[in-house]
């Protein structure tokens, strides 16, 4: 399976009593799929996973699956703090028809390389699926070292790739090199919206961007461009991707500002998160939309 282009960790829309808004999912399926994105992410950092019981981390991926008629690959995330729990989640998603498993280290254990390996092998050996690796030591307070994924590409075939929120050019690099010189066919791609570029230009595969929620259009034509050397195209792209990054730069977190963005595009999906999260005020939504409307004039 390759796992390349742009593939969106969705929100998880809600309603104003604070359940889950299954139109809204719907729709945003049909609309990140009519855009020709690659694969959806749900129960994804952005997606607000750790806000959902275990029954909405089960139903939402359940849900996903129905309602994208498997046109693009399904790739739930199954991060918990419990390598057990994490394996029986990705047991019931592969029962659904999941086509893989997204997996980030334990966020509330700090573990060490050895300790990490053995989590990330466990996983491995325990489920008949590819699984692609989640670096994000902004949530989980641990960097995965480069030499957990040369060991674990080396020793398991189903470990494909790992998906990179963490804004280090030398440890991209690090990682791009190491791996891909072991296996062609693991494949690397950012968490971050301006590293898309960087990372394309490094050797890498794509992007799991929460930006790809409201602008999977404009994530696809950046790609599809690069692709095809497109070259003075890609750096007008990239122009637009550098701005609506700043989005986050004005967000309480990621998660109420992709909301409170797809919101401002007249989606039906609505800005509410669960607390402890915030959502994001008339201000912050003043300032979103006219990072918008810039980028629709560029």
Known sequence: MEIKGIVVPMITPFK???????????WLIDYTINNSVNGLFPNS???EFVSLREE?????????????????LILPG??????????????VYLDYGADGLIVMPPYFYK?????????????????????????????????????????LAKEYSNVIGVKITYDSFDYIR????????LRKDFYILTGMAQMFLPVLIMGGDGTVSGLAN??????????REFVNGNYTKVLELNKKILKVSKIYDIGFSNSSATKAALELIDSPIKSYVRMPLREENSENKTKIKEIIDEVNKL
């Open 16 to 26: 104003y009593n604070g359940e889950i808004d299954y139109d809204g999912l719907k």
């Open 45 to 47: 950092t952005t997606g």
């Open 56 to 72: 909405e981390l089960i139903n939402f991926v359940k849900k996903t699956i129905e309602f994208s008629n498997k046109k693009v």
């Open 78 to 91: 199954i991060t918990t703090n419990s390598t057990q729990l994490s394996i029986y989640l990705g047991k």
């Open 111 to 151: 573990l060490r390389e050895n300790e990490l390996y053995m989590h990330f092998s466990k996983i491995a050996e325990s489920l008949d699926a590819p699984i692609i690796l989640y670096n994000n030591p902004i949530t989980t307070g641990t960097v995965i070292p480069v030499s957990t994924y040369e060991k």
């Open 174 to 181: 690090k990682s791009i090199d190491a791996v891909k010189g």
């Open 214 to 223: 409201v602008f999977p259009k404009l994530h696809v034509e950046l790609y």
